[in-house]
């Protein structure tokens, strides 16, 4: 079955400091991982997304993520972190073929000035 | 830009009572999801469609119907409330696969059933 992992529930650091949200996954096939935004009170916005290929893909707001096939990890970085950046952090997979969306559970950024 | 568009925004509901929120996009995709987001559990697909006509079962479709009369709308109906309901619901519309694989949110809509 398909599942999406983000272990850390909250993160705290500083302004200026390297972020790294973390997320795993399971999927029996090559998956399709993406990572989404949510500020307060607002929707859920898109940052950015793996397909195949490079296994760091670049995003908006100076976002990165690294695609890890051999733990099966999908980890959001940026550095310097900002406070603007403070939010609600979800990791996906689309099963391939099934048109569907599996989300995480979330991670709550905040970036202290 | 990408647009979907829900209503009500905030409801306040009674238990037993009927709900419907609606889901409308302009994006012209053919798939168009409901979830519901409550602290500790994220994201939790209710209903989906992939067109005109066809509604599917999430994850947690009990005590939800949902309807898509058009490539635009999409409804999910809570015909007999619980205050279990009391959630934000998100619509999301997108056309996946390895080119598009995007979901574009709408604003959400905030439940309360008393």
């Known amino acids: 079955a398909q599942s999406v992992d983000q272990p850390d529930a909250h993160v705290t650091l500083s302004e200026g400091a390297s972020l790294e949200l973390r997320c795993s996954y399971s999927?029996?096939?090559?998956?399709?991982l993406f990572w989404y935004v949510q500020y307060p009170g607002q929707s859920l916005q898109f940052l950015l997304k793996y397909i195949t290929g490079d296994t760091v893909v670049k995003g908006t707001k100076g976002f990165e993520a690294e695609f890890r096939k051999s733990n099966s990890s999908f980890n959001l970085k940026k550095s310097p972190a900002h406070w603007s950046d403070s939010a609600k952090y979800f990791c996906?997979?689309?099963?391939?073929?099934?048109?569907?969306?599996?989300f995480g559970k979330g991670t709550s950024l905040t970036v202290i000035p | 830009e990408a647009a979907v568009t829900q209503s009500p925004r905030n409801k306040v509901a009674v238990t037993g009572g009927k709900v419907t929120l609606s889901c409308n996009q302009t994006?012209?995709?053919?798939?168009m999801y409901w979830y519901r987001q409550d602290t500790g559990h994220g994201l939790r697909l209710i209903h989906y469609s992939y067109g005109a006509g066809s509604t599917e079962k999430g994850d947690i479709p009990d005590g939800y119907k949902a309807s898509r009369p058009s490539q635009e709308n999409f409804s999910l109906i809570l015909e007999l409330a619980t205050p279990s309901q009391t959630s934000v619901y998100f619509c999301a519309s997108g056309d996946l696969g390895a080119n598009t694989g995007q979901l574009y949110f709408g604003e959400g809509s905030k439940l309360t059933v008393l």
């Open positions: 999927y029996s096939a090559a998956p399709y």
């Open positions: 994006n012209n995709h053919n798939n």
């Open positions: 996906a997979l689309e099963g391939w073929g099934y048109q569907n969306f599996y």
